[in-house]
């Protein structure tokens, strides 16, 4: 399975970015999929999942703020991130999410950095 997530880059604190990630493979439609995020120094953690439903969660951190959704079609798996702020900085990755909230397998694509500023 690649992982190929894009969208990142450099924005001032309020504005909105939308991540996209590629999954090749022929599971992605029946596997919950999730954000994560590492920031500098922070462990890698989940910001939302969505299943093959299509049912979402989010941490608390991002609730209100950011959308998760996925294009089955195109085996693709969005986020939309409002009302950044800096402590959204962090490189994001996509991932398939299990039942204790990581991967089914430890292997991760290069991710795309986000760099908010206040």
Known sequence: ???QASGGGLV????????????SGNL???????WYRQAPGKQRQLVASITSGGTTNYADSVKGRFTISRDNAKNTVYLQMN???PEDTAVYYCNSVGPNQQPFKDSWGQGTEVTVSS
């Open 1 to 3: 399975v690649q992982l």
């Open 12 to 23: 001032q604190a309020r504005v909105s970015l939308r991540l996209c990630c590629a999954v």
């Open 28 to 34: 992605f439609r029946i596997v919950r999929m999730g």
């Open 83 to 85: 009302s950044l702020n």
